[in-house]
């Protein structure tokens, strides 16, 4: 993934954008940073929508 990163530019802003939205997840789960339940799910939504497009890119590799 690392030299991936690296040589994508597309694939290192995905992979960023997911670190991004997943530490938004993990502070709305713990509270740490509350959000409506809407905000939540579309912040889940917004990370699984990541992941498939990461996975996709990673498959191909």
Known sequence: MHA???SDA???K???SYHEV???VH???TNVEPV???AETE?????AA???EIWGILAKA
């Open 4 to 6: 991936l990163k690296q």
């Open 10 to 12: 597309h694939f290192a």
């Open 14 to 16: 995905l992979a960023d």
């Open 22 to 24: 997943n530490r938004a």
């Open 27 to 29: 502070r709305a789960e």
């Open 36 to 38: 409506s339940e809407q």
């Open 43 to 47: 912040m889940r939504k917004q990370r």
């Open 50 to 52: 990541l992941k498939d």
